[in-house]
């Protein structure tokens, strides 16, 4: 059988940390939702996988409900959705919309199920609240025979890839101890395998977050016998870049790497961009930053310069000889070490910042005066 | 720079030209009296020096000599950066400047008309002439320097001054550049902050305080919001339980619809087990009935036959009974009539009784009347016999004409008055005794009594008289006499008066002898008292009656004896024994009583003994016939008992047959009972109670779908809002608004960390400046007026703020300080900072007429100070109290009056 695995969609999340670009995030998971379905119909799979958080919460707005119930009607063949842990099937969940009654082809599990497919048995296994101490694939049946294909759909946290205290715990064995040949999986973003590749996370098919690994895929997964290894192809399903650079300013070298980096990077328009830095600067630097920002906010779907652990470099004192001398000049001394002392010795970043911040605009007070 | 010479003319009261100098370089004392010109000078030498020679306007003609049309003009010499130099100035007509410089023993003009006078500000200030008359805060050095006439105190020092100042010692100030940064970091400071350091509010307020009123709105939308999303996490909590509870109810609906139907076919049976008991005990009962009819049936006829034999004996018996009470009946009725007769006669003697009762009374009566009448007979003998007595004395009183007390005080008291008006009247009169030797006649002519009398020899003759006594003696002459004049008249009419009014109240005693009279008084109330005594004891006599009363009663005693003695007229002659006659009446009474008492006792026992003769006579009677009517019944009884044809055998095997049904009819009732007994609960019990929790049950399963219903419909209003999508979209606007809220006051916090830093080190390099101004201003100020005012201050400007006196820890304002003080700390400051400015180069000092208000002792100090300061300094000193600096040392006075004449006399 042939099968795609897809998770996670969390469809109507909140990007708050993105501000303006939150929307166009948000309408992207929809854009990836379909190309997760258009993958599945390329590849003519038997079925869809859905492994639960298909939305962020049972609180979103029904249109988009509707939106992703469409979306999934798209396929032609059976699409096996199970709730997780967001949108468990509570009442008032996004399960109870009417939509999802309007595809036959599209299964929602509310509850521990089994049912058989043309070459095998789908085990759902549901979650039906927000937290939980227990393994989800305890309904499953052990059946260790290999009569048959037997794959699981659950939504959990396999043990041992969190030190927290986890819901829903999964056990890295629960194939072998339970017959599965595979066991489709939602909850963590970025596409893992375990277990030699027998329990898997497909990951979202849209990032998220920043620093998410491996986000923005969905998986194409045959298994061709009763207990043979599955076969996963990796299939990019993500439309937007987020993508962090973080570099430590020691010589202005370094700014300018940065802002050619910056410059280099491929469809800005859909690239969510963070760029922290950290290290001493120079006043001949500050264009560069100014710079580095206009081009963040302008070119970038999203973009964002971090320069707060960023302090004047100790020896440059050229800056400072170009003020006017007298209190200005003493002041500017004074408030670069300022900076140093805070950001180095008494590790108190805000004033750091705000005296580093506050030379950057003496300088430009200057260079505006000078003009 | 140091004054050399000063040329004015044409130049308010320099109407000629006037030249003072050359001025040592040490202290210079210019004097004349008020109103010479030394301010005048002064003020020309600030114009030649400083003003443009092209100043126009009414300040500049009034420099000119009142009525005259004369250019103002003034020449200075002076030495700076030891060059010579010679700058002339022409004001008004002809305006010209030139400046010359000394050069080889002689002036060169160096340059003229503005150049000129730019380039002597530029060598003494530093920069170019204004258009107008230049003020002293535009004087730059001079400011500290030269003080005019009562302007020894100054405010602050032009900011270049004290730049200059401020970089002679060495002091950092920003430049113009430095001074326009300054400025622009001040701008931007208050874009986000107010003069006092407060963030601004209002229509100013920055960008991240003015849109704080947006981030509130958009937090407290976001409040809102989660507050939606827990109530929809609520309302789906509530359906969810409904809905597990609900399912929970209807189990067990359905099981209590299986228990019920079990319930019910328990029930069913029991109540037909019932329903077939209630046969079984009919039946026995009705076999028991039968047996026990059948029975009773026997044991009743056997008791009626008895009951019948037991009845004609009793009423044999009984009507024996009654013919014997009968008898006793009539017996009893009649003792009963003959009690009554003997009763009846004897009554009829109480007459009798009574009767000898009356005359027991009547006796008695009778002889209490008869001691009435004779008592009343004494007591009338007595009381005639004192009434005699009482008329006896009243006679003797009325005869004895005696006062009664009233009358008697009278008679005394005139007595008295009139004794008392004869002593006085004789004590007022004259009197004379004549003891005539011979028979004579004399008259009396003024006197008590006048006329004429005899005398006797060896008779003595007395006479009264006032206020004179005149006496008339015949053959012997007259003899008169007077004495005081006294009013013997009134005394004599009072005299007469009481002498009448006592014979007036003596008058109806025929007497006029008090004495007599008291007598008369004394007789008159004993007699009086025996009349009073009398008259009391015929009262009680007659008890409270009177005479009429009395005699009224005595004829009634006596009417009422005679007519008993009508009706027993034997006792006239022998009274009647009351108590004996009373004796035998009683006991008279008493027997008759006795019988009384005897017959009526004996009546009631008749009547009882025959009245309970008739009782039972009547109850026999009663008893025989309810005894017939007994025994009739008793027959018709058994009549009905035998009425079936049987016999007692048959009878007796009947009852033997119905006793055995009996028995069979009661073991089929216990058969059903044990079928019954096998039942734990009663079916309908359960049943109730089954259907009763299904009832509820129901009723909790409607209400909490009603309740599962509004959980729902919350649920999907709330859902409608889609609060969580709404949530999101106000906190991405929240993260936007507080980034650049965050920047913003980032930046604000950066721009006022700047600015104060640049604040911070202007104060202390201004206090690097300032410090060594205030250490020798107070070092100086104590040489002046001692340690007690303490530290001088100066503000931002250097000008004296206040002292910090050595007993107090803050500033006393300079205000606040005599006006001598004031003169004295103004001038050790400005004297510090001119020491400062001479440092390089020895610089003029001009003092017109200060110090007017410190006293000798510490003016004679301020001068050893100037002639210390005389070595860094050119001190000119304008004053028109030359004696006041004679004691400063090599000093150089200058006469200015003598001055303006010697140039008077040069040009006449």
Redesign the interface.
């Given at each position: 059988m042939k099968f795609v695995h897809t998770a996670d969609w969390q469809i109507?999340?909140?990007?708050?940390?993105?501000?303006?670009a939150?929307?166009r995030v948000?309408e992207e998971r929809f854009a990836a939702g379909a190309r997760v379905v258009e993958l599945a119909i390329e590849r003519a799979v038997d079925f869809l996988l859905v492994a639960g958080d298909t939305f962020?919460?049972?609180?979103?707005?029904?249109v988009?409900v509707r939106r992703v119930a469409e979306i999934l009607g798209r396929f032609p063949g059976p699409v096996y959705i199970i709730p997780g842990n967001h949108d468990p099937p509570?009442?008032?969940?996004v399960w109870d919309h009417g939509a999802w009654d309007e595809h036959p082809q599209l299964r929602v599990f509310r509850v521990p199920d089994v049912i058989e497919l043309p070459d095998g048995r789908l085990f759902a296994c549901p979650l039906r609240e927000k937290h939980s101490p227990h393994d989800p694939t305890r309904s499953i049946e052990p059946d260790t025979s290999r009569s048959t294909i037997r794959i699981g759909l659950s939504h959990g946290t396999v043990e041992g890839i969190a030190d927290d205290a986890v819901d829903y715990p999964i056990s890295p064995g629960v194939c072998q101890a339970r017959g599965l040949d595979y066991l489709a999986l939602g909850h963590w973003h970025s596409t893992a395998t375990f277990a030699d590749g027998r329990v898997v996370y497909a990951g979202s098919p849209e990032t998220t977050k920043f620093g998410e690994r491996d986000s923005g895929n969905a998986l194409v997964v045959s298994i061709d016998t009763p207990g043979a290894a599955p076969t996963i192809e990796v299939c990019r399903t993500g439309g937007l870049s987020w993508q962090v650079i973080e570099r430590i300013v020691t010589q202005p070298r370094d700014l300018l790497d940065v802002a050619q980096a910056v410059d280099k990077i491929a469809d800005p328009g859909a690239t969510l961009l963070a760029v922290r830095l950290s290290g001493v600067i120079s006043a001949s630097d500050s264009p560069t930053l100014e710079r580095i920002d206009e081009i963040l906010q302008s070119r970038f779907l999203w973009g964002s310069l971090d320069a707060s652990r960023l302090v004047p470099e100790p020896s440059d004192e050229s800056w400072l000889a170009e003020?006017?001398?007298?209190?200005?000049?003493?002041?500017a001394a004074?408030?670069a070490a300022s900076a140093h002392a805070s950001a180095r010795e008494q590790g108190d970043a805000q004033t750091a910042?705000?005296?580093t911040?506050?030379?950057?605009?003496?300088y430009a007070?200057?260079t505006?005066?000078?003009a | 720079m140091i004054l050399r010479t000063i040329t004015v003319s044409g130049w308010r009261c320099y109407a000629a030209a006037v030249t003072l100098g050359p001025f040592a370089d040490g202290i210079n004392v210019i004097h004349a009296p008020n109103g010479v010109g030394k301010s005048t000078l002064f003020e020309a030498l600030q114009r030649g020096l400083l003003d443009s020679h092209r100043v126009q306007g009414e300040s500049v003609r009034l420099l000119q000599p009142w009525g005259r049309e004369l250019a103002p003009s003034v020449a200075v010499e002076f030495e700076h950066e030891g060059d010579e130099y010679r700058v002339e100035k022409r004001f008004l007509n002809g305006a010209s400047s030139e400046l010359l410089r000394r050069e080889n023993g002689a002036f060169n003009r160096l340059s003229e008309g503005r150049e000129a006078d730019n380039r002597v500000r530029e060598m003494l200030l530093g920069d170019a002439a204004g258009r107008g008359l230049t003020k002293p805060a535009q004087w730059g050095i001079a400011q500290v320097l030269w003080v005019p006439q009562g302007d020894l105190a100054f405010d602050e020092l032009s900011g270049g001054l004290t730049k200059t100042i401020s970089e002679m010692l060495g002091a950092q100030i920003s430049g113009l550049e430095g001074g326009a940064l300054e400025q622009r970091v001040e701008q931007e400071y208050l874009k986000y902050f107010t003069a006092a350091g407060k963030l601004r509010g209002g229509r100013d307020a920055p960008a991240h305080v003015a849109l704080a009123g947006q981030l509130s709105d958009l937090e407290r939308q976001r409040l809102d919001l989660t507050g939606r999303l827990e109530a929809f996490d609520e309302a789906s909590r509530q359906v969810e339980d409904c809905r597990v509870r609900l399912a929970q109810y209807d189990a067990r609906c359905e099981e209590l619809v299986r228990q019920i139907a079990e319930c019910r076919k328990e029930a069913a049976r029991h109540a037909e087990l019932v329903k077939v008991r209630g046969q079984r005990q009919l039946e026995a009962s009705e076999a028991q009935r039968e047996f026990e009819s059948c029975a009773s049936s026997i044991d009743r006829l056997a008791k009626l036959r008895g009951e019948a034999r037991d009845g004609e004996r009793e009423r044999q018996r009984l009507e024996s009974e009654v013919a014997a009470l009968e008898r006793d009946d009539e017996h009893h009725t009649r003792q009963q009539s003959r009690a009554h007769a003997e009763l009846l006669t004897q009554r009829a003697r109480r007459d009798d009784v009574e009767r000898r009762f009356n005359e027991a009374e009547a006796a008695r009566r009778f002889h209490e009347l008869t001691r009435g009448q004779q008592q009343l007979s004494r007591l009338s003998e007595q009381s005639g016999q004192l009434q005699k007595q009482i008329v006896e004395a009243e006679r003797r009183l009325s005869e004895l004409l005696a006062p009664d007390d009233g009358q008697l005080r009278a008679i005394q008291a005139a007595q008295r008055a009139y004794a008392d008006a004869h002593t006085r009247l004789d004590a007022v009169l004259l009197r004379i005794e004549l003891i005539p030797a011979v028979d004579g006649w004399l008259e009396v002519l003024a006197g008590e009594e006048t006329g004429g009398r005899d005398v006797r020899a060896g008779v003595p003759i007395t006479i009264n008289g006032s206020p004179e006594l005149a006496i008339d003696w015949q053959g012997v002459g007259q003899i008169r006499a007077s004495g005081p004049h006294h009013s013997a008249a009134e005394l004599r009419s009072t005299r007469d008066a009481a002498a009448a009014r006592l014979e007036q109240l003596c008058r109806p005693f025929a007497c006029d002898d008090i004495a007599e009279l008291e007598r008369r008084h004394t007789e008159g109330s004993a007699l009086r008292g025996h009349i009073g005594e009398l008259n009391a004891r015929r009262e009680v006599l007659l008890d409270g009656r009177d005479d009429r009363k009395f005699a009224s009663e005595l004829a009634a005693v006596s009417a009422s004896r005679e007519k008993l003695l009508r009706e027993h007229s034997g006792w006239g002659n022998s009274p009647p024994d009351a108590d004996e006659l009373l004796a035998a009446a009683k006991q008279t009474k008493d027997a008759f009583q006795r019988e009384i008492d005897r017959l009526e006792l004996r009546q009631e026992e008749v009547v009882r003994t025959a009245t309970a003769a008739k009782e039972r006579l009547a109850a026999a009677k009663a008893t025989l016939s309810a005894t017939k009517r007994h025994g009739d019944d008793v027959r018709a009884q058994i009549d009905v008992l035998v009425a079936d044809g049987r016999d007692d055998a048959a009878r007796e095997r009947r009852r033997s047959e119905l006793s055995l049904a009996w028995l069979g009819a009661k073991e089929a009732v216990e058969a059903v009972g044990r079928k019954l007994d096998a039942f734990a609960q009663q079916p309908d019990d359960d049943l109730a109670r089954l259907e009763s929790q299904l009832e509820a049950t129901r009723t909790q399963q409607c209400d909490l779908a009603a309740r599962q219903h509004q959980a729902q419909g919350r649920l999907d209003a709330i859902q409608r809002e889609s609060p969580y999508s709404a949530l999101g979209h106000v906190e991405e606007q929240i993260a936007v608004l507080s980034a650049r809220i965050e920047s913003e006051r980032q930046r604000g916090e950066a721009i006022k960390l700047l600015r104060d830093t640049i604040h911070d080190v202007r104060q202390e390099v201004f206090a690097r400046v300032a410090r060594p101004i205030e250490v020798a201003a107070t070092r100086m100020l104590e040489r002046i007026a001692g340690g007690r005012l303490g530290r001088v201050c100066l503000d931002n400007g250097l000008a004296p703020r206040g002292v910090v006196p050595r007993i107090s820890e803050t500033d006393v304002s300079v205000e606040t300080l005599s006006g001598g003080e004031q003169e004295q700390i103004y001038f050790a400051t400005r004297l510090s900072l001119a020491e400062r400015v001479a440092e390089r180069e020895r610089q003029l000092v001009v003092l017109d007429d200060v110090l007017t208000a410190t006293d000798a002792g510490r003016l004679m100090r301020i001068q050893a100070i100037l002639e210390e300061a005389a070595d860094r300094l050119q001190v000119l000193i304008l004053t028109c109290h030359p004696e006041r600096y004679a004691g400063l040392g090599g000093c150089v006075t200058w006469d200015l009056e003598a001055a303006i004449e010697a140039s008077r006399a040069t040009v006449g």
């Open positions: 109507g999340m909140k990007a708050a940390q993105v501000g303006a939150a929307e948000r962020e919460d049972n609180a979103v707005d029904r988009a509570v009442a008032g969940s003020l006017p001398s007298g209190p200005i000049r003493e002041a004074r408030l910042a705000v005296s911040q506050a030379l950057r605009e003496l007070l200057r505006e005066v000078g | -």
